[in-house]
Each structure stands twice: as C-alpha cells, then as structure tokens.
C-alpha cells in the first residue's frame, strides 16, 4: 500500500512563509499498516512525498520489521528492509530473525521537496514472511517566518 501525505505535512505547517526540518524525534509522517512480504526480490511498501513547501531538509526514518514461519528453524538475518529516496536504495540494509517487531532508525540528509521516501522489505528465503510497520519520517521543525531579519553582524 503507497501512501501520500502531502496534505498531512501542509496541515501540520501552515502559516509559515519557509520550513525545513532537521535530524529528530518529533513525528511528521507515519504510516502503522502492517506489511508482509515472502519473496526473494525486493518491494515496495511504503512511501511519502515532500510537500513542494518544505525547504531541503535532514529526517530521521524508522521502521520496524519482525519475521515469522510456522514451524522450523529461522534463517538468519531473513526478514530486511532499506529505505529508498526517489527509487534509488540509499539506506543501510536492516536485518532481523525473529517474530518479535525490532525498530530501525536511520538519517537521511538533504532531502528535497518532491522527493520520495520509500521503505522496501524482502525475505532472504523464498516462502518465509518478512513483516514491516509503523514506517514513519521524524525531525524537528524549523520555521522562517517572513518578519524575520537576517543577523549580517
């Protein structure tokens, strides 16, 4: 499921003339569907669009993964996930092995307006179910208000 929050992020901001955003914890976007995955190839989960409004900004990206089968053992490292900007891998490839939910965090810099920030999840074994959720963009807000003079001192 792709999901587009554009309005969300120009809801939370208006009245601003300029904003940006910085590495941080405070929640912007979060998509909670749970995603599940059982092949080899990598796919497309989720995704967010930067509003045209937001200046070229520095988040924070989470997600949280977990893996389960029904009987047997659990490969290693099997269930994965990696942040993509505007269809390009650009994250660290996240692992986990276990049918309890681990939170992965990472940042990402010089984010443009219009840019997409997707995750992508993959099993390491055909069959076997890599599960994704709670994909969410954090940073602490910065506004420029209109009224505000440059210091040149």
């Not at 796919?43 to 089968?69: D, H, M, W």
């Amino acid at each position: 499921m792709i999901f587009m929050v554009e309005k969300s992020f120009t809801q939370k901001l208006a009245g601003t003339v300029g904003k940006y955003y910085l590495v941080g914890e405070n929640e912007v976007a979060l998509d909670t569907s749970e995603n599940q995955r059982q092949y080899t190839t990598w796919a497309k989960i989720g995704e967010f669009t930067v509003p045209r409004e937001i200046f070229r900004s520095n988040f924070t990206v989470k997600f949280k993964l977990k893996y389960q089968k029904s009987e047997g053992s659990i490969p290693e490292d099997c269930a994965q996930g990696k942040i993509y900007i505007n269809g390009v891998a650009t994250g660290t490839t996240q692992s986990w092995d276990t049918n309890t939910w681990e939170e992965f965090s990472e940042d990402f810099n010089d984010i443009e307006p219009l840019d997409t920030i997707e995750l992508w999840i993959r099993s390491t074994e055909e069959g076997y179910n890599c599960y994704a959720k709670d994909f969410g963009i954090y940073g602490e807000l910065v506004k420029i208000k209109s009224y505000e003079e440059p210091d040149w001192s």
